[in-house]
């Protein structure tokens, strides 16, 4: 091996001599990242996610090394002008393909047009840039490439600039939108190991045993340690795989290895761990949803399977003859974290009337979200069963901010495309909680500001069983506020009908991103983290107008219950997001309560946002259905060691949105089993199992599979996905 900058000249004409430079330079990259990046991985080093990381890394990288020596010595041959169109047109090719898929070319000219533009300069930059290297270290027909024939100091600045890029693309991968455009991030990684290999052929290191025993002894070591990861990885759900899959450039070797192993194509490969248990069909995957009883596993777990699908007997239920003992209020606002929250004990004041208006409720310290998103939190909320329960029907948002319904048919117009996709449960057959406490008298109201999106809009269904609805974002824009959702719910509470025992439903938008200022509300800086805290102060100010307003309804004793949808992960000083994993950040919720019968403190058992629909029907004395998901958290509350073993579902599901893409392939389904303290998460489509410690922040981020008793965490996520079939029921006809 020589040192950087005074590699002897040696040849590059051969094919031989090409293919151990690419060999050795892309297959010790990708070796070396992947291995770092499983050894960086914290504490208790998993052996056979290591193993298995240089096994495919080291394949990986030697399957891109050998394609670039075959490439590089037909090119070789070939006139030089031939490198000049052949590279740069492979790379223009490839990051329009990221760009197609970043749907940049579908957004230009909407809301994210900036966004858009800013992706297509960054994509032709990086087209012209690698496409510029590749030429500049393609070999000539007589020997050594132009960059490495160069003088010392460029070479010593082109190593430079490579090592500054491979820095900035990892800081990049791992600080900007995690968990989103999966295809952004790929690029970002490749990019990476891209730099690092260029570096290491500049560098003049080539691995070439002379002796021809030490070779085929190396040789057969190589092809032991590429092989070796099929049988150490091929039983989905081990914990290897979940650590390999949370490190980019582990990650990155296995989900290549998974994608040109998945033959028939339905986005699951059968071996690597990837679960696809017909690797020859693909109406058998994990993508797709238990069909009962024709004999067959058709989503690759639990076997065949009886799904129970929602039995609409609900007109059956009993309406109680005496009316309701109390008013009930609930107030939901979006993506809120608790440990932000003073009510909770954060150090900064951020929710001075929260705390001071449930100094003498229940705080329930343990809550959690149905699900990651929205659109599926609010609708188990609603109905009082956990998400996958549920059918759903897919909705289309275009790129003229159009909500349609499937099927589409041609509800497009000329021009339109679609640009985001979700599922609302539009023929979903459970009644709301509204439905059973307006049917049994009381008056019902709801406030709801769903921001910049149509999620909670009448037009969807969520006005269901209301007898007032009031959307705050068919209001004009500048009312389109925390403060106007405040003042609309107290319009609705002076202007009720007497008499009459009343349920406000009443949901505050504010936290969610992006983030505004608003005039008087002290931040502590200019973060992202800053801003957001600003937003939760802003909504603590409101919901404290309308407590007041409550406080004067006397007629009748009231209830309050307040909760989150879903919370939030901050991750980096200009970004933040929810719903792309199940970490404490992004699941757990405030919940607190006050009225009759809820105690006076802390209750740490573990609750859910699904509890409060039982939670409602009991305050109200309201029979509900039968087949609720939760539990009245005032009976929690007041017999919290009885519930000291319970365990909640928590689910999030959402669409591959890659270019054009209106199917039904899912790019992130997880369901996680939550108990005390342990949670246990499966991520259904790469096959993987978590098990964490919510408590213990020393082993944070460590895998306990193996280590701790998951059984019957594991047996009520089996249940839970056996009753419901697997994969979200989607019943749209499109
Ligand atoms: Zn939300």
Known sequence: MSVLGFSRPVDWTSFKSKLR????????????????????????????????????????????????????QLLARAPRFASWIVWPGLTSWAFAELALSLRAFANLGTRYHALAVGTLVACGLAAIATGLVLVLVQPTRTGTPPLMRAPAWIRWVAALALVIGAVVFVYLDRSQFPGQYPSFHTALRGLALFCITVLILLSGIVFSPRQRTVRNLTLACIALLVLSPFPLLQAPFQPALETMLSRPFAALPLRTGRLLTDFDCDGVSGVLGGGDCEPFDSEVSPQQREIVGNGRDDDCYGGDANPIVAAAHQSRVPVPAKPSPQHVVLITIDTVRPDLMSVYGYERNTTPELARWFADGTKFTR????????????????????????????????????????????????????????????????????????????????????????????????????????EINLLARNLRNDAQTADQAIEILRNRPQGKPFFLWVHFFGPHARSTRHPGIPLAGDTERDLYEGEITYADQQVGRLLQVIDEQTDRPITVLLASDHGERIHSARSRSHGTDHSEENIRVPLLAKGPGFPTGKVDAVVGAIDLMPTVLDITETPGPPGLDGTSLRVIATSADDYRSRILIVDTFIF?????????????????????????????????????????????????LGSRDARDLEAALRTYLAETGGAPLIVDNG
């Open 367 to 470: 809550a959690y979200a149905a699900g990651g998103w929205t659109s599926i939190a609010v609708p188990a909320i609603l109905r009082g069963v956990n998400p996958r329960r549920l059918q759903w029907t897919r909705m289309y948002e275009t790129n003229r901010y159009r909500y349609l319904k499937a099927p589409l048919g041609a509800q497009l117009r000329k021009g339109e495309t679609p640009r985001a996709m979700f599922l609302l449960p539009l023929s979903d057959p459970h009644w709301s909680l509204a439905t059973y406490l307006r049917r049994r008298g009381m008056f019902t109201a709801a406030v709801v500001d769903g921001g910049f999106t149509e999620i909670l809009s009448k037009k969807w269904g969520t006005a269901e069983g209301f007898d007032t609805f009031v």
């Open 656 to 704: 591959d949105k890659s270019a054009g893409d209106t199917g039904t392939t899912f790019r992130l389904d997880l369901v996680s089993a939550v108990s005390d303290p342990y949670k246990l998460t499966m991520n259904r489509l790469d096959k993987t199992l978590g098990l964490h410690d919510v408590d213990d922040s020393a082993l944070a981020g460590r895998n306990l």
């Open 21 to 72: 430079r690419g060999l050795t330079a892309a297959g010790l990259t990708a070796t070396a990242a992947a291995c770092a990046d499983i050894a960086l991985a914290g504490p208790g080093l998993s052996l056979r996610a290591f193993a298995g990381s240089l096994g495919l890394g080291l394949g990986f990288g030697l399957a891109i090394g050998a394609v670039w020596a075959g490439c590089a």
